[in-house]
């Protein structure tokens, strides 16, 4: 009869608890993964009994980066989205996480209304939604400050501001998750810290750069990676529409799909390289 130790049975029991993740990862992640690789170096053609391929080295490739003009043209929009609209979410949930985290009246009540487009923001329905033009806001062309700003200022202030306004229905609609996390983080800081600052003769500008933003910072990565990720994969980007419209698409086809799902993720892996560089590493004393 063979021995096992305790602590050879407590492993066997806890990989026999992980074995359906793995197994469901490989299934379902990694060999999925293989295929879009071995797609993207092939033209893939659909076939009553399978699907067949032929290897065709980096056409694919070389169409996504230099013959395709629509992913050219998209290309320019997950940028602008990238370095204006992830910031301003972050920032607007800094915002929203400051006033919800002061005592008033009905807390609870706003905290679940700032989160509620989280809930019911899913594809279909943002889809829907922006059919009818309701994530803009309705007659911001007519404003004496939006006229101002695109008339008489130069293009390369306005473009920014005006995206800004152009998107705030939709910026607020991504703050929800945001949000929360800055508030859990606003309240685990100790109250005294603060009373102890204003005895100093702190304003409140200076604790919220010497005391708030400081905690916030590990916070702020945290919402800029899952921001990031959160516009990436939204249905709205038009990255993901070229790829989705090019599957089956008999120009293109699924080969070409795959090829610009890879170029997409080093670009999003570039992101939050990015990312991480600006707001991950920690300042040296």
Not at 146 to 164: C, D, G, Q, R, T
């Amino acid at each position: 009869m063979i021995k096992i130790s305790l602590k050879r049975k407590e492993q066997l029991i806890g990989l026999g608890f992980v074995s359906p993740w793995i197994i469901g990862f490989i299934v379902f992640m990694v060999y999925p993964l293989f295929n879009t690789i071995v797609y993207s170096f092939s033209q893939v053609r659909f076939l009553l009994n399978g699907i067949q391929t032929t290897y065709v080295k980096l056409v694919n490739y070389t169409d996504v980066l230099l013959k395709d003009p629509d992913f050219k043209l998209a290309l320019p929009q997950y940028f602008i989205q990238i370095f204006l609209f992830v910031p301003m979410v972050v920032v607007f949930s800094i915002l929203l996480s400051l006033l919800l985290n002061c005592k008033l009246r009905g807390r609870r009540f706003f905290r679940a209304l700032f989160f509620l487009p989280v809930i019911i923001m899913s594809g279909p329905v943002i889809d829907n939604l922006r059919l009818t033009n309701a994530i803009t806001l309705q007659g911001l062309y007519n404003f004496p400050v939006y006229k101002f700003i695109a008339e008489y200022l130069p293009n390369v202030i306005s473009s920014p501001i005006l995206y800004i306004f152009d998107n705030a229905v939709l910026i607020l609609w991504h703050t929800g998750v945001q949000t929360l996390i800055f508030l859990s983080a606003l309240q685990k800081i100790d109250r005294s810290i603060y009373e102890a600052s204003m005895v100093d003769g702190a304003s409140s500008w200076q604790q919220f750069w010497k005391l708030t933003l400081p905690v916030l910072r590990p916070f702020i990565l945290l919402n800029v990676i899952y921001t990031i990720m959160d516009v990436s994969m939204s249905s709205l980007n038009p990255i993901i529409i070229q790829i989705k419209s090019a599957m089956f698409n008999i120009r293109k086809g699924f080969g070409f799909a795959a090829a610009a799902s890879w170029v997409y993720f080093i670009i999003i892996l570039f992101a939050v390289l990015l990312s991480y560089l600006l707001f991950g590493r920690e300042k040296n004393n």
